[in-house]
T-cell receptor, first 109, second 117 residues
Framework: GQNIDQPTEMTATEGAIVQINCTYQTSGFNGLFWYQQHAGEAPTFLSYNVLDGLEEKGRFSSFLSRSKGYSYLLLKELQMKDSASYLCAAPGSARQLTFGSGTQLTVLP | GAGVSQSPSNKVTEKGKDVELRCDPISGHTALYWYRQSLGQGLEFLIYFQGNSAPDKSGLPSDRFSAERTGGSVSTLTIQRTQQEDSAVYLC???????????????FGPGTRLTVL
């Protein structure tokens, strides 16, 4: 089976950097996704890691360590619009995603 | 091109009634998933369709839930004899349907918010 853990809530200040951690246990590894979900909206794709290391995409970066079962999402130069829930997800054998409970990020002015 | 669309956006029903929720996938996407998101909970997988293969129903919570996908395109999720605990946002996602370790990103529709009174 799959098990995904991430913090429930985080708070950061506009312009700062925040790191959202995710630990996972999977029966087979097929990569790790990060999604962003604003309140009342659908999740939108942010990043995908299948190899160890850091993937950078603008202000957002995602890191993966397969040996440690660990990933993080790094958000730089935080903006108010980054306030959202960030979901860590792992594909199962049928490619269905198992999601963590999500980390609710609040960006303060 | 258009994204995943779902209808209705909101559905209020009485306990015991049947409801049908519709998902229109992105054109060319062979894989289609239904998820459920209850208030304050993570997304929960319900059912998966891939092309013409038999669906993976392993996530359906009870036999009151069923889904079909006609012609490999539009999908309908049916909940019979709805219960209050069925109240949730039902999300549909579709993907190209790549296999192995290739990235097969799922794109989500806006969801249907179901309220069972």
């Amino acid at each position: 089976g799959q098990n995904i853990d991430q913090p429930t809530e985080m708070t950061a200040t506009e312009g700062a950097i925040v790191q959202i951690n995710c630990t996972y246990q999977t029966s087979g590894f097929n990569g790790l996704f990060w999604y962003q979900q604003h309140a009342g909206e659908a999740p939108t794709f942010l990043s995908y890691n299948v190899l160890d290391g850091l993937e950078e995409k603008g202000r957002f970066s995602s890191f993966l360590s397969r040996s440690k079962g660990y990933s993080y999402l790094l958000l730089k130069e935080l903006q108010m619009k980054d306030s959202a829930s960030y979901l860590c997800a792992a594909p199962g054998s049928a490619r269905q995603l198992t999601f963590g409970s999500g980390t609710q990020l609040t960006v303060l002015p | 091109g258009a994204g995943v669309s779902q209808s209705p956006s909101n559905k209020v029903t009485e306990k015991g009634k049947d409801v049908e929720l519709r998902c229109d996938p992105i054109s060319g996407h062979t894989a289609l998933y239904w998820y459920r998101q209850s208030l304050g909970q993570g997304l929960e997988f319900l059912i998966y369709f891939q092309g013409n293969s038999a669906p993976d129903k392993s996530g359906l919570p009870s036999d009151r839930f069923s889904a079909e996908r006609t012609g490999g395109s539009v999908s309908t999720l049916t909940i019979q004899r709805t219960q209050q605990e069925d109240s949730a946002v039902y999300l549909c996602a579709t993907s190209v349907g790549r296999r192995g370790r290739e990235r097969d990103t799922q794109y989500f529709g806006p969801g249907t918010r179901l309220t069972v009174l």
